[in-house]
């Protein structure tokens, strides 16, 4: 498991345009790192790299 923060981690893997990041964009990189959509909660669980099934 990587020692960098978790918004490094993220921010690394966004692609960002001069107007910021779109949302689709951080919800690929968010999944990427492990991180599970919680539908009741509306709140991304698991992660990084926490890979657990919903």
């Known amino acids: 498991m990587s020692r ?14 001069p107007w910021g990041p ?16 919680n539908p009741e909660t509306g709140v991304y669980e698991h992660g990084p790299n926490g890979r657990r099934t919903p």
């Open 4 to 17: 960098r923060p978790e918004a490094e981690l993220v921010a690394e893997g966004v692609d960002t345009h």
């Open 22 to 37: 779109t949302e689709p964009d951080e919800e690929q990189v968010l999944v990427s790192l492990g991180y599970v959509l």
